[in-house]
Structures are given as structure tokens and as C-alpha cells.
């Protein structure tokens, strides 16, 4: 009896738990089967496997092969297992070193003729192993060596401090693994990144006509990471103003670029050395079910507000999403992460992402028009509003009215620019700065007592929030958000306390909507 051992990784985004999958060639009649909660394509590997190893010449054994994924209680899925069961088979069957397989992990999906094909996940699983090394490195030891196909690979070969190998099929993979000299491969290098001249420009800030308002809490919003509510009739500019918020953020880490690269990685749309550094902009359809929004699904997967980590989750037309859908925002508005529990398993997918929405007044979209053009009960848009809930749009931060610009403002400010993102984004990035020097997150990320010790204002400001408070009935959690606001507009200032003006400022961005 024979047993090799090939160490691998599942996809899963802002995680890679490690696979090992156990070979066993034993005598008795010919089978080959795979336990460990396989998928079907996984299970449908088998048949790969085979016709890859007899098209490529190696020996399929007539024995008894048992494969199995452990740990047994994680549910496999993909055609990412493809390589390493078929590597184990070959090891186990004494075609290649056994022993050459040690301190290394493979992954890749095997086409009938032993090419390799490129794999979804192959940053998020280089990304894990490199994490997991980092948090309990062995005595003495250096990190895995990763084995992807050679066109996965220079997106893997990103992450610091892991060696990535490429190959194309898999004789060539075998003759590295068994020490021939024309087939030795090198670790790939890291492909060049895209300057920020070589990025597509984001849109720029200049381009809003009017609307100074919205465009100063715009600022404020991007400084302090802050939610934004933006109401106004049709055309007023509101999707406008959400797309040029990415422009204003400022630059990702380098923690920050390789968590959004691995989640980006392990989902269907895909990371590519292109994305590197940019900060995703998700705007799903109000036709969006909750699963689509935060995700679910067995096994859970993540969903927009977990694409959206680090960047900009875009809702237009808000009262338009089913009220349960948006019910579930919630929760990872207020945390920052999103646990998806299902029978077998549960997930924990972060989900720190800046929301910005946008509505109409009403359903017809005009109502407060000088000109009369609405046409909606008071019963009416009263009902529009009521699909949302109080609780929801208490979490949003900042809540403005855009109104609609005039023809004869248009004229009269189409020769005229407006100021550019560039100036704006050097501004957001010094509050932001001071906010990391001081308390080392954003604002908008101070819990209660937190807030209490950063963000007082000073006594005439302080007297000007209480009255504030107490004229609109906000609620504690609404008391703390205008006063997380008012600290992101002193940082802007450069004050070190708070005043009345910044509380006046916070306080204006609070429009109550009238929802239960």
C-alpha cells in the first residue's frame, strides 16, 4: 500500500484554509473515489485526473484509489484540486519523488491533455498561505513554495515574501518536481504594476456643475469615511456626485491593496495586476436580492458589500430595493463584517465599506418643485418613504437634498469649472492622516467612548449639539454619528477642538426623513 500527501488551499475570499489531500493506492478491485464534502467538480476531477495522466504518459494505477480532503468537515469545490490529486497519485504510485512534494502547495485545474488552465483564487490563496506563515512561522523554516498555472501565476507572484512557480502543463511540472535539468522552473517574477499616469482617470470632481453643498459633504463623507444619504430629483447630479467619491479616497496600504486583491481573487469577477491599488466601486441593481447584497448561498459566499471592502458601495434609487433587503445592511454598516450561517457551516467576510445611497422625494421624483410639477399625495410619498426603515437611515451619517439646477443655471455655469478632485483629495487625505495619527482608524469607526474622547467640542459647540439633539429628537446613536461628523469637519480645519461652526456644519448634514 502506498499514501502520498499534497498540500493545497480552498478558495475563499479574505481567507485560503488549507486542504491536504491524502492519496491511497490500495489492492482490490479498480475504483477511484474522493471523500471530504466534494462538490461535483470536484468529484468530476476524477475523469480529468485519468485522461490527463494517460494523455500526458504517466501510469494510471489499476488499483484502489482513495482520495481524501481533509479537513473532512470544509466543503471543496472547484477544479482547483485538480493538480494535487493528480500529483498525489503520481507520488503514490512511485512516478515522482514523494519527498518533492514537501514544504510546497499546488494548485490548478488539468485540461484532457495535461495543460493547466488558470484557476480562480490564486492570489487569495498565495495571500493565505503568506498570512498564515507570518501569524506561526516554523523554527527555521521558510515559507511554502506555491505551484500555480503558469497563467495565474504573475498575479500570485504580487504577494511579498512567497515564492510562485508557473507551469504550463504538467509533464513540465513533474520534470521540476523530479530534479530534471531541462525542466527546472524559476519562481515568477512580480509583473510590472501601472503607474498612476498608466490608470484610467477616475471621474473627476470638476465636472459637477453647482451644487457647492453637496460637493462639501462630499469632502466631509470622504475624510471621515462616513456613510452619505443624498435625496433630490431626477437628473439633480446625485449618481454623479457618488462616482467621484473613489477619486477623493486616499491611496490604499499595502495591507489595504492585498485584502481587497484577495477578495476580489476568490469571487467570480476576478483580480487582475491592473486593479492593483484601486478602490472598488459596486453599484448593484435595485433588483439585488439579500443574497447579492451580503451574501449567502451553501457554502456562504460573499456578497456586494463584501466586493465593496475598502471602497464604495453605491445604492441609487434606495426606497426602490425591497425593504428586507436592505434590512440586512444593518448589521455590517455598523460592523464592518458579515457573518453568513448556514447549517454546516458559518463565514466571516468583512465588509468595511463607505455606503452611499440616493432617492428621489418621491415616487414621481419632484416633489418640492417650484415649478408644481408633483402630482403625489402627502399619503403617498409618506408611503415612499416608509420603505425605509428608521434604524436603516439612523446609520447613515450624512443625509443632504440635492435640488434640481435650473436651465438658466446650467448656462450660466457651463464655461465655468468647478473645483478639480485633485485639491480636494490632498485635503481628505490630511484629515485622514490626522485621524490615523490620533486615534489610528477613521472617525466614522469610534465606538461611543471613543467619540467621547476625541470629539467633544468645545463649550459653545457643546451646548449648540444638545440643543441640536434635543429639537430633533435624535436618537443616541444619531447624538454620536453628528458628533463622529463634527470631529471629521474640525480635521478638516485643521482645529484640534471641535467649535460651534464644525458642529453647525454637522449638524446641518443630518436631514431627518421622516420614516418608521
Not at 490608470?199 to 456643475?209: E, K, Q, R, T, Y
Request: net charge neutral; hydrophobic share 45%; aromatic share 4%.
Amino acid at each position: 500500500m502506498s499514501l502520498a500527501v499534497v498540500r493545497s488551499r480552498a478558495p475563499a475570499p479574505g481567507r485560503a484554509p488549507e486542504v491536504v489531500a491524502e492519496v491511497h493506492l490500495a489492492n482490490g478491485l479498480p475504483s477511484f473515489s474522493i471523500v471530504g464534502l466534494p462538490d461535483l467538480e470536484v468529484r468530476e476531477s476524477r475523469e480529468r485526473v485519468r485522461a490527463a495522466l494517460q494523455n500526458c504518459g504517466f501510469d494510471f494505477p489499476v488499483r484502489r484509489i482513495t482520495v481524501n480532503l481533509a479537513p473532512a468537515d470544509l466543503p471543496k469545490e472547484s477544479g482547483r484540486f485538480d493538480l494535487p490529486i493528480a500529483l498525489g497519485i503520481l507520488a503514490a504510485s512511485g512516478q515522482i519523488p514523494a519527498d518533492s512534494l514537501n514544504d510546497r502547495e499546488f494548485a490548478g485545474e488539468l485540461s484532457l491533455t495535461g495543460a493547466l488552465r488558470p484557476m480562480r483564487g490564486a492570489f487569495a490563496m498565495v495571500c493565505g498561505a503568506a498570512r498564515q506563515f507570518a501569524s506561526a512561522p516554523a523554527h527555521g523554516r521558510r515559507p511554502p513554495e506555491i505551484y500555480l498555472p503558469l497563467a495565474s501565476a504573475a498575479e500570485a507572484a504580487l504577494v511579498p515574501g512567497v515564492d510562485v512557480f508557473g507551469a504550463a502543463d504538467l509533464p513540465a511540472l513533474c520534470a521540476h518536481l523530479a530534479g530534471s535539468a531541462d525542466g527546472h522552473l524559476a519562481p515568477v517574477r512580480a509583473p510590472a504594476l501601472p503607474d498612476a499616469a498608466a490608470l484610467a482617470p477616475l471621474p473627476d470632481l470638476a465636472d459637477v456643475i453647482g451644487h457647492p453643498g453637496a460637493r462639501r459633504a462630499l469632502e466631509v463623507a470622504a475624510a471621515g469615511g462616513h456613510h452619505l444619504l443624498m435625496v433630490g430629483p431626477p437628473g439633480a447630479g446625485k449618481s454623479m456626485l457618488a462616482a467621484r467619491l473613489p477619486g477623493l479616497l486616499p491611496p490604499m496600504t499595502d495591507d489595504e491593496a492585498l485584502t481587497s486583491a484577495a477578495i476580489l481573487s476568490a469571487s467570480s469577477l476576478g483580480f487582475s495586476p491592473g486593479q492593483w491599488r484601486q478602490r472598488p466601486f459596486r453599484a448593484p441593481h435595485h433588483s439585488s436580492s439579500s443574497v447579492a447584497l451580503v451574501g449567502g448561498r451553501n457554502p456562504p459566499q460573499p456578497g456586494e458589500i463584501t466586493l465593496a471592502h475598502l471602497g464604495v458601495l453605491f445604492l441609487d434609487e434606495l426606497p426602490e430595493f425591497d425593504r428586507k433587503v436592505l434590512e440586512t445592511l444593518r448589521e455590517p454598516l455598523e460592523a464592518g463584517r458579515i457573518t453568513i450561517s448556514r447549517a454546516a457551516q458559518q463565514a466571516d467576510f468583512p465588509a468595511a465599506c463607505q455606503l452611499v445611497a440616493a432617492m428621489n422625494p418621491c415616487p414621481c421624483g419632484w416633489r418640492g418643485d417650484p415649478g408644481g410639477r408633483c402630482r403625489c399625495t402627502p399619503e403617498i410619498a409618506a408611503r415612499y418613504l416608509r420603505k425605509l426603515s428608521g434604524p436603516l437611515v439612523d446609520r447613515i451619517d450624512i443625509q443632504i437634498e440635492l435640488p434640481a439646477l435650473s436651465p438658466a443655471e446650467l448656462s450660466a455655469r457651463s464655461a465655468t469649472r468647478g473645483e478639480a478632485s485633485a485639491p480636494v483629495a490632498r485635503r481628505v487625505a490630511d484629515a485622514r492622516e490626522r485621524q490615523l495619527q490620533r486615534q489610528g482608524k477613521t472617525n466614522r469607526e469610534l465606538d461611543g467612548r471613543e467619540a467621547d474622547a476625541v470629539c467633544r467640542p468645545d463649550a459653545a459647540g457643546e451646548t449648540l449639539l444638545r440643543e441640536a439633539g434635543e429639537r430633533f429628537g435624535w436618537s443616541a446613536r444619531a447624538y454620536y454619528r453628528v458628533l463622529k461628523v463634527t470631529r471629521t469637519v474640525a480635521d478638516l480645519d485643521g482645529a484640534e477642538i471641535p467649535g460651534a461652526a464644525h458642529v453647525a456644519e454637522a449638524v446641518q448634514y443630518r436631514r431627518a426623513l421622516a420614516v418608521t
